[in-house]
């Protein structure tokens, strides 16, 4: 009952299962741990609640809002890209990312730059999608050039290494296989 009311992030049920359960211990030491857990549940209740059902009582259309937990993570990364992504991570630095984020979701552009568009942005993945299968497509054809030696029972490491080389003494054996 806990694990479904923990997967539907139901946390006025979980409040009401941990309140209203009963626990026997012999240890007395669980027995505490137990009612400092009990008693950190019902002093911080209003956190564990679900913020959406807050908003929805004020008349906020709350579908696409996140469940609770899933904005912490989604921080956790936010903070991990400014970190380590060699970003600015000066309060200057994160307002300047912000203002960006804000004004792509809102009017499309780039702040300071002239006619930068997504739809320009989605123009230059393209561009740049189309580059990477030419680069694939050059990549294969150097791989079957590579393999027409031994395609034709010639194998090109045994040109190329000296006879006491313990790789090509291998080969040299197999070559009859």
């Keep these: 009952m806990v694990w ?3 997967l539907a992030y139901d946390g006025e049920k979980i409040i009401q299962i941990v309140e209203h359960l009963t626990v026997e211990y012999t240890d007395r030491r669980a027995k505490q741990k137990w009612e400092r857990f009990v008693t950190y549940i019902q002093n911080n209740a209003k956190y564990h609640r679900d913020y959406r059902n807050l908003l929805k009582a004020l008349g906020k259309e709350t579908s696409t ?6 904005s912490e993570a989604t ?6 890209r400014i970190k380590s992504g060699g970003y600015s991570s000066r ?7 912000i203002q960006v984020l804000i004004s792509l979701k809102t009017t499309g552009r780039i702040p300071g730059e002239r006619g930068t568009r997504i739809d320009d942005i989605k123009q230059i993945e393209q561009n740049r999608k189309a580059h990477a299968k030419e680069r694939i ?10 393999g027409k030696g031994v ?3 010639v194998l090109p490491y045994l040109a190329n290494t000296s006879r006491t ?9 197999l070559k009859g296989i």
């Design 75 to 80: 921080m956790r990364l936010f903070a991990r």
């Design 91 to 97: 309060i200057p630095g994160v307002e300047s990312m």
């Design 165 to 173: 080389h313990p790789m090509h003494q291998a080969l040299r054996g």
């Design 137 to 146: 497509t050059r990549s294969v054809q150097k791989i079957k050039e590579m």
């Design 151 to 153: 395609v034709q029972g």
């Design 65 to 70: 809002y996140q469940p609770m937990g899933g």
């Design 4 to 6: 479904e009311a923990f």
